[in-house]
C-alpha cells in the first residue's frame, strides 16, 4: 500500500498531473488546501482505492476517467467548485 498525505499543506496550485507517475499509489489525500482549478487526467492510478479532495477550490465537472478507476472505494470531494453532472456510473460502484 501506498500512501501520498499532502492533507493541509496550503497547496494553492492546481493538482500537478505528474502525480499520475506514481503508478502503485493506493490512496492520496490533497484535502484542506486551496487546490484550484480541475482534475489532471489521471487515469494511470489504476491501484488508486482513496481519494480525498475535499475543502479546496476545485472548478469545472468531475471527470468521467475518474469510472474506469476499478478499484477506486471512496471519493471525498465536497467542499470544493465542482459543476455540472457526476458521472453516473461514478455513483452506482459499490
Do not use: H
Not at 500500500?1 to 498531473?17: E, F, H, Q, W
Request: charged share 10%.
Amino acid at each position: 500500500m501506498v500512501d501520498r498525505n499532502l492533507s493541509g499543506y496550503n497547496l494553492t496550485r492546481p493538482i500537478s498531473p505528474s502525480f499520475g507517475n506514481l503508478l502503485s499509489l493506493t490512496s492520496l489525500a490533497l484535502d484542506y488546501n486551496a487546490l484550484n482549478g480541475s482534475l489532471p487526467l489521471l487515469n494511470s492510478l489504476a491501484n488508486l482505492q482513496y481519494l480525498f479532495l475535499q475543502n479546496n477550490s476545485l472548478s469545472r465537472t468531475i471527470p468521467y476517467w475518474l469510472v474506469d478507476w476499478l478499484f477506486l472505494f471512496k471519493l471525498f470531494a465536497w467542499n470544493n467548485n465542482f459543476s455540472g453532472p457526476i458521472p453516473p456510473t461514478l455513483l452506482s460502484k459499490n
